[in-house]
């Protein structure tokens, strides 16, 4: 049962975001609605900017000391926002326990597909180097955890010990299923402005790639993973189809579909309860799977 909370923040999403979001057409409009600051960076952790495989980003640490290892995937629809911008999420699982790397990576148009993969696959490569790490990511970056572990995989890199994906894109290719469905319910998202990002996102390339839509790869080998997405979400399929995917390579997969929420409503762990369940819950799925001891010390 959704909290009274939930439902107002799904009204306020729709009645702020929603309507900017499906008349935006470029990149410069989508970033105003997406960097627009709307919750306050999290306490008790400490924020420092850092590069790693050569890709700049930002440490996020808990001031209670060191935490297990994570790389952390911020979203934005691959045209938008930073490590700056996603502090709400990687602050407050930071403050669960985790040191995390937050890379800034390329953003389209200026830099399409496969800029933003080699960005990540990079920093991963020097990451994973210094010990074994856990992968998140929500949206866009929910989509280059999956992508990255493929890329994990084809160079023979170490893989991530467990994914928590927030409502990942998967399929760029679908225009079925919950984009239908959801068309009207989903708080954020309609189905053209995902159309107008796309383009920009893709430029010439087959959205079939594995390495822009994951759910046309082969999962096999994957780590642990597990999906949180909006029952509401435009964006539901790709996380329930994922799974199944996913489940039918032999990988452990966990998948919970939260009532009422909006895309993304891991940001608002201040005010919404949903948000703190989603967290609490990915951070006890990554540590439940993590080694004994958290190895390695983090690259500065």
């Given at each position: 049962m959704?909290?009274?909370?939930?439902?107002?923040?799904a009204?306020?999403?729709?009645?702020?975001?929603?309507?900017?979001l499906?008349?935006?057409?470029?990149?410069?409009?989508?970033?105003?609605?997406?960097?627009?600051?709307?919750?306050?960076?999290?306490?008790g952790?400490?924020?420092?900017?850092?590069?790693?495989?050569?890709?700049?980003?930002?440490?996020?640490?808990?001031?209670?000391?060191?935490?297990?290892?994570?790389?952390?995937?911020?979203?934005g629809?691959?045209?938008?926002?930073?490590?700056?911008?996603?502090?709400?999420?990687?602050?407050?699982?930071?403050?669960?326990?985790?040191?995390?790397?937050?890379?800034?990576y390329?953003?389209?148009?200026?830099?399409?597909f496969?800029?933003?993969?080699d960005?990540?696959?990079?920093?991963?490569?020097?990451?994973?180097?210094?010990?074994?790490?856990?992968?998140?990511?929500?949206s866009?970056g929910?989509?280059?955890?999956?992508?990255?572990m493929?890329?994990?995989?084809?160079?023979?890199?170490?893989?991530?010990?467990?994914?928590?994906?927030?409502s990942?894109?998967?399929?760029?290719?679908?225009?079925?299923?919950?984009?239908?469905?959801?068309?009207?319910?989903?708080?954020?998202?309609?189905?053209?402005?995902?159309?107008?990002?796309?383009?920009?996102?893709?430029?010439?390339a087959?959205?079939?790639?594995?390495?822009?839509?994951?759910?046309?790869?082969?999962?096999?080998?994957?780590?642990?993973?597990?999906?949180?997405?909006?029952?509401?979400?435009?964006?539901?399929?790709?996380?329930?189809?994922m799974a199944?995917?996913?489940?039918?390579?032999?990988?452990?997969t966990?998948?919970?579909?939260?009532?009422?929420?909006?895309?993304?409503?891991?940001?608002a762990?201040?005010?919404?309860?949903?948000?703190?369940?989603?967290?609490?819950?990915?951070?006890?799925?990554?540590?439940?799977?993590?080694?004994?001891?958290?190895?390695?010390?983090?690259?500065?």
């Amino acid at each position: 049962m959704a909290s009274l909370r939930a439902y107002l923040g799904a009204y306020m999403v729709r009645s702020r975001v929603r309507g900017p979001l499906s008349r935006a057409r470029d990149a410069a409009a989508f970033r105003r609605i997406f960097e627009a600051p709307a919750f306050p960076d999290p306490k008790g952790v400490t924020y420092e900017p850092g590069l790693v495989g050569g890709v700049k980003g930002e440490w996020i640490r808990p001031k209670a000391g060191p935490g297990r290892r994570m790389l952390y995937i911020h979203g934005g629809g691959f045209i938008a926002c930073s490590p700056r911008t996603h502090r709400p999420v990687t602050g407050a699982l930071a403050s669960r326990g985790f040191t995390i790397f937050a890379p800034d990576y390329r953003l389209a148009p200026e830099h399409p597909f496969p800029a933003a993969v080699d960005d990540v696959a990079a920093v991963w490569a020097a990451f994973s180097a210094d010990g074994a790490a856990c992968v998140a990511g929500e949206s866009a970056g929910g989509n280059l955890a999956l992508v990255l572990m493929a890329e994990a995989r084809t160079r023979r890199l170490p893989m991530p010990w467990a994914a928590a994906l927030f409502s990942p894109a998967t399929d760029f290719v679908s225009e079925g299923g919950s984009r239908v469905t959801n068309a009207w319910r989903d708080a954020m998202f309609d189905p053209q402005a995902l159309a107008a990002i796309r383009p920009m996102y893709l430029g010439d390339a087959d959205p079939a790639d594995p390495r822009i839509s994951p759910i046309y790869g082969d999962p096999t080998g994957f780590p642990p993973l597990l999906f949180h997405v909006g029952a509401r979400e435009v964006l539901r399929d790709d996380s329930v189809r994922m799974a199944e995917r996913a489940r039918a390579a032999g990988v452990e997969t966990e998948l919970k579909l939260f009532p009422v929420v909006s895309h993304a409503w891991q940001f608002a762990a201040s005010m919404l309860p949903e948000a703190r369940t989603s967290l609490d819950e990915a951070a006890a799925f990554l540590n439940a799977h993590a080694p004994h001891a958290p190895s390695g010390s983090p690259l500065r």
